[in-house]
């Protein structure tokens, strides 16, 4: 069951932006062959028209194969190609999946703001021995700002805290239209630098008056203590905060690998994403079925926003890859040498494999044990 609903998520994800490089090839009129689900053998196929439709055999990726995408040969130089389209139309084309998978992420975001609790970063209580209550931050204060980081959503203090190594923190909040800055050394919670406050929540405009707890007991939504609602307009900017802090945060994991900040050891790769969405969904089915629900919707929006900022990375095999080369051909005016592009590519799909292996060997070790 757990196996089924990881894979649906990422057959979800993954058509999203394969339907989002399938519809801006539509647009720049080029020629999609094929539009195929998973991979493997084709065990599914129907062409109702010049485009075939396939669903193949591995539930894992997907393809949007595009006249001429990969060849010079001039039988491919054809008005509905892919290389005969302009350097504008195929960085739309090559985009086109993120672009999607941004999308996705952003209507999910604001769905589960519509209908779930979130926290807002607004002081609602403090910890005991809080060490934020005692450099003078009071209850009902706005953080705007931590270090040098803009905070528009609780991840962004979270994230900032989370990569803390419990040194002091500076804290700007809004306190009734003043900015005050404070600065606080934060105690060791359990698991991490904190400054031990609790956030305020937001109800979003769908969510019900009235929730049955797992007890039985009915609560008043409007009654529960820093809480207040939220418009459905309210709610949408929620999702778009959401989406770009997880863009942000995916990019700052990105560069602290890069940088030897974070070790490839600590990479998750499909393996290991199954494994945690299992443990998720086993925790949430034993409170409700929203709560389940909730929690599928959570990890789409969540992986759709990583996939679409993980396909852009400027290496070889990806669509980042690809974009650089498309890039450098609108800068000189003529395109790189296809073997040579080929060769690149190729090169990079090499590496990624050999990485998968690794992350995947790494999943397996770290459930077993």
């Known amino acids: 069951m757990i196996i089924l609903v990881a894979l649906l998520i990422f057959t979800v994800i993954v058509t999203i932006h394969e339907l989002g490089h399938f519809w801006a090839a539509r647009r720049a009129g080029i020629l999609v062959e094929e539009f195929s689900i998973g991979m493997g053998p084709r065990i599914l196929t129907i062409k109702p028209n010049e485009t075939r439709y396939s669903i193949k055999l591995l539930p894992l990726g997907g393809s949007c194969l595009m006249l001429g995408e990969d060849s010079d040969d001039k039988i491919e130089r054809t008005e509905r190609s892919f290389n005969s389209k302009s350097v504008s139309w195929r960085i739309l084309v090559i985009s086109g999946g993120a672009i999607m998978n941004f999308l996705l992420a952003f209507i999910i975001a604001s769905v589960l703001a519509m209908f779930a609790f979130y926290s807002e970063p607004t002081v609602a209580n403090f910890a005991e021995n809080s060490p934020a209550q005692a450099a003078g931050i009071e209850l009902g204060d706005q953080i705007v700002r931590i270090n040098n980081t803009n905070v ?55 969510f019900p008056e009235t929730q049955e707890t797992p007890d039985g007991n009915i609560i008043v939504v409007n009654n529960l203590e820093n809480v207040r609602r939220e418009g459905f307009f309210g709610s949408l900017g929620q999702g778009f905060r959401n989406m770009t802090f997880s863009i942000r945060a995916t990019i700052i994991g990105v560069t602290r690998l890069i940088t030897g900040q974070f070790a490839v050891q600590d990479l998750v790769g499909p393996i290991g994403i199954v494994d945690i969405i299992g443990t998720e969904i086993d925790q949430n089915m034993a409170i409700s079925g929203t709560a389940t629900l909730f929690t599928i919707l959570n990890f789409t929006f969540l992986l759709s926003a990583n996939l679409g900022v993980m396909n852009l990375l400027p290496l070889p095999a990806l669509d980042g890859g690809r974009l650089i080369f498309l890039i450098l051909e609108a800068i000189r005016r003529k395109p790189i040498n296809p073997e040579k592009e080929g060769m690149v590519h190729f090169a990079g799909f090499v590496l990624l494999m050999i990485l998968a292996a690794f992350v995947a060997y790494n999943d397996i070790s770290r459930i077993f044990s």
């Open 152 to 206: 528009r959503v609780t991840g962004d203090f979270l994230l900032e805290m989370n990569i803390s190594d419990g040194s002091s923190v500076s804290v700007v909040v809004n306190r009734n239209g003043e900015l005050l800055n404070f600065s606080i050394n934060p105690l060791f919670y359990a698991d991490a630098w904190r400054i031990g406050i609790t956030w305020g929540s937001v109800v979003g405009p769908f």
